[in-house]
């Protein structure tokens, strides 16, 4: 009997040992928001054979111990017998501390994703992305984001980019944003200052509509929160206060016998933008980058002049408003836009193509506002946009952990365009379209277009929501 009980300890000492040791989880990549509330969440790895959406890595399941319904379990192992010999306490002891020290901080997200998008002024674009995030335990909000984003299309259109958020540092619920870019855009469009003529049946993107453009900036913004609206079964609403410096170096070169060069040959050179910002925002989304419900909106206004080093002085006014509504159920929003963009004084040729606020963009045309006229059709001191779109999800698939939707949109934007103020409603601009999305977990969106206009049709390929 003592010799049977002898072997039966022998045998069962390996898998003991598989019983108590603890797998190593593998480097993954992260998912970065939980579909139904949009909250980030910890870091998952995609299972093997599974593909995740903007990051092509096969990857082993990891055990989340805190998921209720989670059947990603590694327990199975120690029923495997194994044949190697049995270790000492001490080489035990070596491998669980080996183990530990290879185990990946949870408070550290990296996830990179590759770039894709289109517009035919542009061309096809291509590149990718590494995002860096920290977040403590129990927090719903990353403490630190960073970004790196690199780009080039076919038309040699590129962009570098490095920026950051950083979140509550001083304790106050305060927002730290900084950021750098270098641009390079040998079609930078341009079609004169406020020109309202019908271009349909020209060629839109020849060299004599070409501007080779050059583009150096760096920024640096604040916002502080003054007040939070909290209300049952939704997101908290803030209000902050919005401050920034931002400095831009803008190199212009007109191509021989363009329309830069005949009508404003004196926008060449080099021109420089430092440019102070000051305002508010209220932001009550339920997500960041594809919301359902809530709003965000901003008020601001910009001073440049001989103080911040500009070449001249000019100033601007900018207020935008977007509203997101659940229609009966989740999978069908409407999505509601109106901004308007006041210049006054020596504005810059680059100033004029753009609106400001919180997030610039091309105007008026493009993939972004004007869908359907091409990229930077009209300019000029005053511009006004308004649209609706409607977005429905009615497919969701469940992927590992993950969610992947799978939708439609149609959309209306009417734009205004003027030098003055008392010109703004004199010519409308109508255009529209339809198109298909994907959202990987609310977080990555993907959305191909094809809207039209007066002076024909536009498809567009991009990696996030017009608004």
């Known amino acids: 009997m003592l010799a049977l009980f002898l072997i039966a300890l022998a045998v069962a000492a390996p898998a003991d040992e598989a019983a108590t040791s603890s797998p190593v989880p593998p480097k993954g990549v992260p998912s970065t928001a939980i579909p139904s509330t949009g909250v980030p969440r910890p870091v998952h790895a995609t299972p093997v054979g599974e593909v995740s959406f903007g990051a092509f890595s096969p990857m082993v399941p990891v055990r989340d111990d805190d998921a209720e319904d989670d059947d990603l379990s590694f327990d199975t192992v120690a029923a495997i017998p194994e044949t190697r010999m049995p270790r000492t306490p001490a080489q035990q002891r070596r491998m669980l501390q080996g183990s530990r020290k290879r185990q990946r901080n949870p408070n550290h997200r990296f996830l990179p994703l590759p770039h894709l998008s289109s517009q ?18 129990g927090e719903v909000f990353n403490r630190i984001w960073l970004l790196a984003w690199s780009r080039i299309s076919t038309k040699l259109v590129q962009d570098h980019i490095l920026q950051g958020r950083v979140r509550d540092m001083l304790g106050k619920r305060e927002v730290f944003q900084f950021g750098a870019i270098a641009q390079t855009d040998p079609v930078f469009p341009f079609f004169g200052v406020a020109n309202h003529e019908n271009l349909a049946g020209t060629d839109l993107h020849s060299v004599e509509h070409r501007v080779n453009v050059n583009n150096y900036a ?27 410096v931002f400095y831009n170096v803008d190199v212009i070169k007109a ?162 365009v003027s030098q ?15 198109g298909i999305l994907l959202i990987w977990d609310r977080f990555v969106v993907l959305r191909v277009e094809v809207a039209g206009s007066r002076e024909g049709a536009e498809l567009y390929v991009q990696s996030d929501h017009a608004f």
Do not use: C
Not at 120 to 137: D, I, K, M, Q
Not at 420 to 434: E, N, R, V
């Open 120 to 137: 035919p002024a542009v061309g096809v674009v291509l590149g990718g992305s590494l995002t860096y995030s920290y977040r403590r335990p």
């Open 218 to 244: 760096g920024w640096l913004t604040y916002e502080h929160p003054i007040w939070q609206l909290h209300r049952i079964g939704r997101a908290v609403g803030n209000l902050r206060v919005y401050s920034g």
């Open 255 to 416: 191509y021989a016998n363009s329309q830069l060069e005949r009508e404003l040959p004196g926008a060449q050179g080099v021109v420089r933008r430092g440019i102070l910002r000051g305002g508010l925002t209220w932001d009550s989304r339920d997500n960041d980058w594809s919301p359902r419900e809530g709003s965000l909106t901003d008020v601001t206004f910009d001073a440049s002049g001989k103080y911040t080093g500009s070449t001249a002085g000019w100033g601007r006014f900018h207020a935008t408003t977007r509203h997101y509504w659940s229609l009966g159920t989740s999978q069908m929003v409407l999505a509601h836009r109106v901004t308007f963009d006041g210049l006054w004084g020596q504005a810059p040729l680059l100033t004029l193509g753009e609106f400001g606020g919180l997030f610039p963009m091309d105007a008026y045309g493009g993939a972004w506002v004007g869908r359907g006229f091409t990229r930077k059709r009209f300019i000029g001191n005053f511009k006004a946009v308004a649209g609706l779109e409607l977005r429905h999800m009615p497919v969701e698939l469940k992927i590992g952990r993950h969610s992947l939707g799978i939708g439609w949109e149609g959309f209306f934007e009417m734009g205004l």
């Open 420 to 434: 003055k103020i008392a010109d703004l409603f004199k010519h409308w601009y109508p255009s529209g379209g339809t």
